[in-house]
């Protein structure tokens, strides 16, 4: 699996994905790669999938193909980070690390059945491809379970959400003897508090009066409402 | 509240069993989806397990309608809290060391396992709690959006950055899981809560129908006016085999109403 990157004079235009196959680049729509210019040939270039790597041909085109500047006269086996020059445009060859992925998780090509990987391989072979760690499983939110409220669903964006009567807050709930703002969720160093500010805020059935760690799963009454953080 | 449902599953054209089991238990607005794997048939074992433990621990439970006379509710004493994510991580961890115990008794059975999506009614909103990459989804005002995220390699590539959404979707290996219920001693599932507004259709699927069937194929065929929710599984599963068939196809479909 390699990856390409199309680029015009530093300006990033498009991206290809390359399978075991062969990819055509030149003028037409028939090519696999179209690219819209007078300075390149119908058909001019191919990178084709070979067992010794990925192969780039010159097609006969007007202007020829340079690899790293340097104008192809046989066809050549690509190196990651190879630049595929076609007039002005240029083709950035990556080896996409999902080949690396797949190496290291032991070569997982069977269909016929699911396969449950090892947890340590996988974090070692994310590690060595140099994926990013995982963002957190989904983003929090806020849910009505019980009650009346503006809506039914907040997502916990900012770091301070407040809760109340106050049309000012962001999850509004009805209710005529609760205050302006009853309670505010915040998050501090990747951790999430219910803070209470008015008197009908309550966790595990009691009246909540000091700030509250939230786990996901955990719900909470204001008034008669019972919002879950989830 | 009311529940209006379907359940559906078919072996696919390829495979010559079913290892995808299913639970519809609506008087406790409970639906459940299990696909199992494992040699030697041992997958039926495992996503039964899963199943059956679920059903046992549910019926523990009272109905969500139950309706008590007037003069029970005045002298009963307070019922303990009830905390449906307690219930549900109890119960999966119950269900994974089942699997697990079973696998290590068989030789046939060693390493089987199964995946498992279900969605639990509570009050005016809905948990979803999963292990591996069966799926629930959220049909909304003609827009399905998927609301549990895959425990599979695939997805992890996309997490990290490795790979787009666009190119996981045939750059990545297409079943290999990060998680699944009696593989491991212990399992990490995830449970979220989701609001429910009148209409709603929840679809919970196996793989194979999302691997054969394109989303918007399956919006389109949800929104269809007329059909009911079992005309509309039906569909899902002709759709799926027409697509290939590759792996069993489980659809269970749940509306729930005032």
New interface residues.
């Given amino acids: 699996?390699a990856r390409l990157i199309l680029s015009l004079r530093g300006r990033e235009l498009d991206k290809f994905?390359v399978?075991q196959g062969k990819v055509v680049i030149g003028r037409t729509p028939e090519c696999d790669i179209t690219i819209d210019n007078p300075a390149i040939s119908r058909k001019h270039a191919a990178i084709e999938y070979k067992e010794e790597g990925y192969l780039l041909t010159d097609l006969g085109s007007s202007n020829g193909t340079f690899l790293n500047g340097e104008k192809i006269t046989a066809p050549t086996i690509l190196k990651p980070g190879d630049v595929v020059g076609l007039a002005k445009f240029e083709l950035l060859f990556q080896d996409?690390?999902?080949s690396e992925?797949?190496k290291m998780?032991g070569g997982?090509?069977?269909?016929e059945?699911?396969?449950?990987?090892d947890?340590e391989k996988?974090a070692k072979a994310?590690q060595a491809?140099g994926?990013?760690?995982?963002?957190a499983?989904?983003p929090r939110?806020l849910?009505?379970?019980?009650g009346e409220a503006n809506?039914?669903?907040l997502p916990v964006e900012r770091d301070v959400v407040t809760i109340g009567k106050a049309d000012t807050c962001d999850l509004i709930i009805k209710g005529f003897f609760l205050d302006k703002v009853e309670a505010t969720l915040t998050q501090r160093e990747g951790r999430y508090y219910l803070i209470p500010i008015g008197g009908s805020v309550k966790f595990?059935?009691e009246k909540l009066a000091k700030e509250q760690a939230l786990k996901?799963?955990?719900?909470f009454t204001v008034g008669k409402t019972?919002v879950?953080f989830? | 509240m009311k529940v209006n449902y379907t359940a559906l599953t078919d072996p696919g054209q390829v495979r010559d069993n079913n290892e995808d089991s299913y639970l519809t238990l609506p008087e406790h607005g409970l639906f459940v989806v299990a696909d199992g794997m494992g040699g030697h048939k041992a997958g039926e074992v495992a996503s039964a397990l899963a199943v059956e433990t679920l059903a046992e621990e549910a019926r523990k439970l009272p109905p969500l309608n139950a309706k008590m006379p007037w003069w029970k509710r005045l002298f009963r004493r307070q019922p303990p809290p009830f905390n449906p994510v307690d219930w549900l991580h109890q119960t999966i961890t119950r269900a994974n060391a089942r699997i697990f115990e079973a696998a290590q008794n068989s030789r046939e059975q060693k390493g089987m396992g199964t995946t498992l999506a279900l969605i639990f009614k509570r009050e005016t909103a809905v948990l979803t709690a999963h292990v591996g990459d069966s799926r629930v989804y959220r049909y909304r005002n003609q827009e399905l959006s998927q609301l549990t995220q895959d425990h599979s390699l695939a997805e992890e590539m996309v997490r990290r950055g490795v790979l787009t959404r666009e190119e996981a979707l045939y750059a990545a290996p297409s079943n290999v899981l990060t998680r699944a219920l009696g593989v491991r001693e212990e399992v990490a599932e995830d449970i979220i809560y989701h609001s429910v507004e009148p209409d709603d259709i929840f679809l919970l699927c196996s793989d194979g129908l999302y691997n054969m069937v394109d989303e918007k194929e399956l919006a389109r065929v949800l929104g269809r006016t007329g059909l009911s929710l079992k005309e509309k599984a039906f569909q899902m599963i002709e759709a799926a085999n027409q697509g290939g068939g590759k792996d069993n196809i489980t659809v269970v479909l749940a509306q729930f109403t005032n």
Wanted: glycine residues 8%.
């Fill in positions: 699996m994905l399978g996409t690390p999902q992925v797949q998780v997982l090509e069977s269909m059945s699911t396969m449950m990987v947890a996988m994310f491809v994926g990013a760690a995982p963002a499983s989904g939110k849910v009505v379970l019980k809506i039914k669903e595990n059935n996901v799963g955990d719900t019972i879950a989830t």
